[in-house]
């Protein structure tokens, strides 16, 4: 990749859409099933990773020169479990319930395949700014895709979103949307909708040009 | 003699020479027609609420399916009767006073997920009825599980809760009559209770030679001998064989559900394994599972083996040579 030209805003976006984490590069899909049962533990597992993601994506770039790359996974899982220490300590410390619900998914984001996919993939190519634009438009994209996951989950499976009843009392909840099953359920269906739209969008740009 | 040379030409093909006056409809249909004795059995015993449950999730299915088929634009295959078997087939294992709304999800389900997802009929891996079936025991258990008395349209009564045989066999170890069982006038599934009913239909398919023997009679054999052990160790704790194969929804499982063409095995080997696994673990989620009910689960659990079964025990074609580590039978090198 041409490191002048980039285009800082282009390498924001495609964390929104083209590379949006679970649903496109079907990463992280680990805490995007264990956690989405409500809107409240997605998005404080969305901020965690983005938080690990922004400066493991900076100290890696900014080390990028200065790691051998025999030795770089090893390196990274270091820079990464630090960072994600740093996270759990402060959510235990600060927000208790949240860490208590979230339980061990917070530890696990050592082993997120987003961050070390960034790490390989981006940071260790690129320098410092890109590389934070780059945490930025993926962590925020995760965050969406953890938000749009979880209000589904908690308004089929409880009727309501972040604590606030949505649907009204005839709604009988489905209990299936906050097992495990829901969350597959709700994955597929949203990985085909994204697909559907983009084939739809391609097909489109054919179309013009 | 040139006359008839002219009008019909000599058609040379490949085998088979002989072909059968059998299509998709035209099995689906006899289906639909052996499953008539369950349903009036479901109305004489539940009223007319269960004919409308099964009527809504008839509808339900053909809509889904149609309105699939148009959005991916596929051909229509509403007219061949599947999904009117599998949304007779969810309506018959739901409780009598289960919501409509319920009905219509399930059965959305059923052929959204179960059946068009995987490609259509042919291609499901699970029985698409019972796949809604157990989206319905997850989304509502507690609908799912109240049950009521049969009140026939003799003796209108309204919904007077109970607890199904096998409920009360395994929680207060009470058994219900056989005869109540074989008739039917007992609490349940609107189509499950009547065991004479389902046997009518059964007996009718596997006269017509659409349902393989070994299914049913394996899988409610199973059921019966290995419940039987138990009941022997202890009568008075377990069940006895015929309670095993009457109660619940043994029955219409064994031939309905387990002989499903698309999701049961090929070959026979593997048929006799998928029954009698299929039977022992329903009457393993009986004895000791969480619920008094195991039929659904065991033939699901059991569906998603029907891939690997089918592989290992295909049977040898004529020609093939000999396996591995065999004599080959003729000059082998």
């Not at chain 2, 249909?29 to 369950?38: D, E, K, Q, R, S």
């Not at chain 2, 009698?276 to 619920?291: C, E, K, N, S």
Request: hydrophobic share 55%; proline share 6%; with cysteine.
């Amino acid at each position: 990749m041409a490191e002048n030209n980039v285009s800082l805003w282009g390498e924001f976006k495609k964390g929104l859409w083209q590379d949006i984490p679970p649903f496109r590069l079907v990463l992280g899909t680990c805490p995007t099933l264990a956690v989405t049962n409500s809107v409240k533990n997605g998005v404080a597992m969305g901020l965690a990773t983005l938080f690990v993601l922004f400066f493991s994506n900076i100290i890696i770039s900014a080390v990028r020169k200065y790691i051998s790359s025999q030795v770089r996974i090893a390196a990274y899982v270091v820079i990464i479990a630090l960072l994600v220490t740093v996270a759990d300590l402060f959510l235990a410390a600060v927000f208790p319930a949240i860490s208590k619900a979230l339980g061990p998914y917070v530890p696990l984001i050592v082993v997120n395949c987003i961050i070390l996919g960034r790490a390989e993939g981006y940071a260790q190519k690129n320098p410092v700014v890109p590389s934070m634009i780059d945490a930025l438009g993926i962590g925020t994209g995760y965050i969406i895709s953890l938000a749009v996951m979880s209000s589904i989950r908690e308004a089929l499976g409880f009727g309501s979103i972040l604590g606030f009843k949505v649907l009204g009392d005839w709604f009988e909840p489905w209990i299936v949307m906050i097992l495990p099953a829901g969350a597959f359920i709700v994955f597929g269906s949203l990985i085909a909708a994204i697909n559907y739209i983009s084939q739809r969008k391609s097909a489109a740009q054919k179309a013009l040009g | 003699m040139s006359e008839t040379l002219n009008q019909e030409k000599l058609l040379v093909s490949s085998s088979p020479h002989f072909l059968k006056d059998e299509s998709i409809p035209k099995i689906m249909h006899t289906v639909i027609l052996a499953l008539i004795p369950a349903v009036a059995a479901s109305v004489y015993f539940f009223g007319l609420r269960a004919l409308l449950l099964i009527l809504v999730c008839v509808g339900v299915s053909l809509l889904t399916e149609y309105a699939f088929q148009k959005i991916r634009n596929k051909p229509v295959t509403i007219y061949d009767g599947s999904a009117i078997i599998t949304g007779m087939l969810l309506g018959l294992t739901l409780p009598p006073d289960f919501t409509l709304f319920g009905a219509i999800l399930g059965s959305f389900f059923a052929i959204c997920v179960g059946k068009q997802l995987y490609g259509g009929l042919g291609f499901n891996i699970f029985n698409p009825a019972l796949l809604g079936r157990a989206f319905l025991m997850a989304t509502y258990p507690v609908f799912m599980t109240t049950w009521a008395e049969p009140r026939t349209i003799a003796k209108a009564v309204d919904a007077v809760t109970a607890a199904t045989p096998l409920a009360l066999a395994k929680f207060e170890g009470k058994f219900a009559p056989l005869t109540d069982l074989f008739i039917g006038n007992v609490a349940g599934s609107i189509g499950e209770t009547s065991v004479i009913a389902i046997l009518i239909g059964g007996l009718y398919l596997r006269y017509k030679g659409y349902i393989n023997w070994k299914l049913p009679l394996g899988y409610l054999g199973a059921m019966a001998v290995f419940g039987g052990i138990f009941w022997l160790i202890n009568p008075v704790k377990y069940p006895n064989p015929l309670f095993h194969i009457f109660a619940g929804g043994a029955m219409l499982a064994a031939w309905f559900m387990v002989t499903d063409m698309v999701t049961s095995p090929v070959t026979p080997l593997g048929q006799w394994i998928f029954a009698l696994a299929g039977g022992v673990l329903a009457v393993v989620i009986r004895l000791w599972g969480g619920l008094p009910e195991g039929v659904m689960y065991s033939i699901l659990f059991m569906n998603a083996f029907v891939p690997l079964i089918n592989k290992h025990t295909r049977p040898r074609v004529f020609g093939e040579g000999a396996k591995e580590g065999e004599i080959a039978p003729l000059g082998g090198s």
